[in-house]
C-alpha cells in the first residue's frame, strides 16, 4: 500500500479493517449495530497494529492513540520531509549523503541557522535566503553582478503549487534545484535557470545581454579562482591583460551563437539580434565552456562541493599548474582567459601542466637558443607577439627535432590569442603540421607550423626576429587567417611552453645549461662581461612549489 493510500486499524483476528475516517469496511461495514462488548475482554484497551505504507508498525508510539470505544484510530503520522515533492527529492538524489551535507551547510548558513521569530513562537517557519544574505556571503569572492545573477537564477525555480516562485527569498527546495540543474543536469535542464540569469524578465534575449553575461561570468571565473589562489602558480601579476582576456573569450564563446536558420550573426547585427530559449539551449548544449564555467562559479564562489570527488577533470584541468616562471619577473604573453581556452583545445593528458622552455626576454634572442631549449622536450605550445601587438601560436604535438622534414600529426593547431581568440585545427589537406631546421643549406632553416616551404601559416626565420604568416586566403593545413598583423612580421617576443609530463630524457635536474653545449652562446656572453650562471640564462629547472 503507497504512501497516501488508506491507513487503518485491522481488528483483532483479522475481521477488516476500521479506517481513521471512522468509516468501516470489510465484515465490520455490515453490522448496522456494533457494541464495545462485542470486543473480547482480552482484546480490549490495547493498541492496534498500524500498517504505515503497507509495513505493520506494531510500536506503541506516544503520538498515536487508538481509541476503541468510538472506533476512532488517530494516527498523527508525520509527514516526511515536510512534504517534500517527489521532483525535489529527485533532485536531491542526485548527490551523494556528503554532497547533501556541504549544500545543507552552506543554506544553513546563508539562511541564518538560529532560526526566525516564528521558529521561536513554536511556528514551523521554513528557513529562505535572501539577495543581501547572498551578496554578503559572497562579496569578496564573486563580483557584484554575478551575485545578483546567481540569485535571480534561483528565484526562476518554478515550485509547482507554491507561490515561492514569486517570493523574493530563496527556499530551500529551490536552492537545491539550482544546483542539481546546473551541476548536474542536463542542457534542457540548465536553460530556464541560465536564461533568467541572462535577462531578470521572461522571454527572448538581445545578443548584447547574452554578450555582458558571458563577460561577467568569465570574470567571475578569473576573479574566483584568484580568490581562492586556486590558479596554481598563474597569477594576475605574472600573465597579460584579464580584462582584455575576458572580452576576447567571451567574444569566440558568443561567435557560436547559431540561429534556426543556421546563421551566426556578427559585430552590431549580434548585440540587435533576439535570441529565443531554444537557440541559448542549443548553444549551451554546443560550449562546454558556459557549463563549466558556472560549475566553477558555484563551486568556489558558494564555497560548495568544491573539495568533492565528483569533479570532472574539465574542472581540475580548467587551468594548468604553471612551473618555470615562479621568481624570474616574467609577464607571460598569455592573459588567463586565453591560458584556460588554449588549455581546453589540447590533448586531455597533457591539459594538467605547463612548463616554460624558453622566453626571448629571458634566454636571448637568439635561434641556437630557441633550439636548444626545446628541442626533445615533449609536446609544446609556441607563442609570439608581432611589433604590432597581435600575439598568436600554435600547438606542436610530438617533441620539437631539428630536420629537414615535416614532423607531428593531426592534434597540431595554430591560434590567436590578439586581437582576437580563436584555435584552428587541421583540415585533412596535408601532413605538414611542424617543421624545424638549422644549419641546412638546400632547405629552409627556422621554425614553421602549416602552409608549405616558403608560405607558412607560422614561420620564424632562423635569422632571428623575423617571420611571416601567409594565408591567402587560409592556411592550406589549419585553415587558419593570417595571423601576424602584416604578412612579414619582426618578432617582438617569443615563449615556448612544455605541456603534461616533460619527457624522462628531458626531465631530469641539473641537466646541462644551453651555454654547455653551444660554445657560441658562451663567447658570445664572454664577450659582453655577463657570468655564465647570469639568471635566465641558465635552463628552467621545474619547481615543484609553484601552485602555492
Same mark, same amino acid.
Given at each position: ?108 548558513? *546563508?539562511?541564518?541557522? +538560529?532560526? %526566525? &521569530? ?5 511556528? /514551523? ?5 535572501? !539577495? ?103 597569477? *594576475?601579476?605574472?600573465? +597579460?591583460? %584579464? &580584462? ?5 573569450? /567571451? ?5 557560436? !551563437? ?103 626576454? *629571458?634566454?636571448?634572442?637568439?635561434? %641556437? ?180
Amino acid at each position: 500500500m503507497g504512501r497516501g493510500a488508506r491507513q487503518g486499524c485491522r481488528q483483532p483476528g483479522g475481521e477488516g479493517w476500521i479506517e481513521h475516517t471512522g468509516k468501516q469496511t470489510g465484515r465490520m461495514a455490515n453490522r448496522e449495530a456494533f457494541s464495545p462488548s462485542l470486543i473480547p475482554p482480552s482484546h480490549r484497551l490495547q493498541s492496534f497494529p498500524l500498517t504505515l505504507g503497507g509495513l505493520p508498525h506494531d510500536r506503541h508510539l506516544p503520538d498515536r492513540q487508538t481509541s476503541i470505544l468510538g472506533l476512532n484510530c488517530s494516527a498523527k503520522v508525520e509527514k516526511m520531509g515536510n512534504a517534500e515533492s517527489n521532483a525535489y527529492r529527485n533532485h536531491l538524489s542526485r548527490f551523494l549523503p556528503e554532497e547533501q551535507s556541504d549544500i545543507d551547510g552552506v543554506f544553513d548558513t *546563508l539562511s541564518g541557522s +538560529g532560526g %526566525s &521569530a516564528g521558529a521561536k513562537n513554536g511556528k /514551523a517557519t521554513k528557513k529562505t535566503v535572501t !539577495l543581501a544574505a547572498l551578496q554578503a556571503y559572497v562579496r569578496e569572492p564573486l563580483p557584484e553582478q554575478m551575485t545578483v545573477r546567481l540569485y535571480n537564477g534561483m528565484k526562476s525555480i518554478d515550485l509547482t503549487g507554491k507561490s515561492s516562485g514569486l517570493s523574493e527569498q530563496i527556499a530551500k527546495e529551490q536552492f537545491v534545484i539550482f544546483m542539481s540543474n546546473l551541476l548536474k543536469g542536463n542542457a534542457d535542464e540548465k536553460i530556464t535557470i541560465i536564461m533568467r540569469m541572462i535577462s531578470k524578465t521572461e522571454g527572448p534575449v538581445k545578443g548584447k545581454q547574452i554578450q555582458e553575461f558571458t563577460e561577467d561570468l568569465i570574470m567571475s571565473v578569473v576573479h574566483v579562482l584568484s580568490y581562492r589562489k586556486e590558479l596554481k602558480g598563474w597569477n *594576475l601579476e605574472n600573465t +597579460g591583460d %584579464s &580584462a582584455i582576456g575576458v572580452k576576447a573569450l /567571451a567574444s569566440q564563446l558568443l561567435s557560436e !551563437l547559431k540561429l534556426a536558420d543556421g546563421t551566426k550573426p556578427v559585430g552590431l547585427e549580434l548585440m540587435e539580434t533576439t535570441f529565443d530559449q531554444s537557440v541559448i539551449e542549443d548553444w549551451v548544449y554546443r560550449v562546454p565552456q558556459i557549463s563549466i564555467f558556472l560549475s566553477v562559479v558555484i563551486r568556489q564562489g558558494l564555497h560548495v562541493l568544491h573539495s568533492l570527488p565528483d569533479q570532472t577533470k574539465d574542472i581540475l584541468n580548467l587551468v594548468p599548474s604553471c612551473k618555470g616562471i615562479k621568481g624570474r619577473g616574467l609577464v607571460s604573453l598569455f592573459d588567463i582567459p586565453s591560458i584556460i581556452y588554449i588549455n581546453s583545445h589540447l590533448p586531455a593528458e597533457l591539459q594538467h601542466k605547463w612548463q616554460l622552455l624558453f622566453s626571448s626576454r *629571458l634566454h636571448g634572442e637568439s635561434f %641556437s637558443q630557441l633550439c636548444g631549449h626545446i628541442v626533445n622536450k615533449g609536446p609544446c605550445i609556441v607563442i609570439l607577439k608581432d611589433l604590432d601587438g597581435y600575439i598568436f601560436g600554435g600547438f606542436a604535438s610530438h617533441s620539437w627535432e631539428v630536420k629537414p622534414q615535416f614532423q607531428g600529426d593531426n592534434r597540431c593547431f595554430l591560434f590567436s590569442v590578439f586581437p582576437s581568440l580563436a584555435v584552428y585545427t587541421y583540415t585533412g589537406y596535408n601532413d605538414h603540421y611542424m617543421y624545424l631546421n638549422h644549419g641546412q643549406q638546400t632547405m629552409p632553416n627556422g621554425l614553421g607550423m602549416g602552409g608549405q616551404h616558403g608560405y607558412f601559416g607560422l614561420w620564424i626565420d632562423s635569422d632571428y626576429g623575423k617571420g611571416h604568416s601567409k594565408a591567402k586566403p587560409r592556411c592550406t593545413t589549419y585553415n587558419s587567417p593570417q595571423l601576424s598583423a602584416k604578412e612579414d612580421f619582426t618578432l617582438d617576443a617569443m615563449e615556448v611552453w612544455a605541456v603534461g609530463d616533460l619527457p624522462e630524457s628531458a626531465g631530469a635536474k641539473g641537466k646541462k645549461s644551453i651555454l654547455d653545449v653551444d660554445p657560441e652562446a658562451q663567447a658570445l656572453l664572454e664577450m659582453t662581461g655577463k657570468s655564465r650562471q647570469s639568471e635566465g640564462l641558465r635552463e628552467p629547472i621545474e619547481e615543484d612549489d609553484d601552485d602555492d
